[in-house]
């Protein structure tokens, strides 16, 4: 029998280190103040939306092709 692999949203300290990261390039490209708390945290919160929708999607439409009784594997211990 296949291992089917589960995937995971990233934690929720990368995400917010990436919203971080964006908005702060982003206020330095762009006239605006992008890296303030309000937006950085709001934009953080749209990614975790986002990462758990997609994260559902594809783990679902592995559920739908995995018809060969394939165990998951949770690969959420492991390095990213």
Avoid at 16 to 26: E, G, P
Avoid at 37 to 42: E, H, I, N, Q
């Amino acid at each position: 029998m296949g291992r089917r692999i589960v995937y995971q949203v990233p934690p929720a300290e990368s995400i917010d280190a990436c919203a971080q990261h964006i908005c702060h390039d982003l206020s330095k490209k762009v006239s605006g103040s992008f890296d303030t708390p309000d937006v950085v945290w709001g934009f953080a919160e749209f990614l975790k939306v986002v990462a758990e929708i997609a994260v559902k999607q594809v783990n679902q439409d592995a559920a739908w092709s995995d018809d060969d009784g394939a165990e998951p594997v949770d690969k959420s211990d492991e390095q990213q």
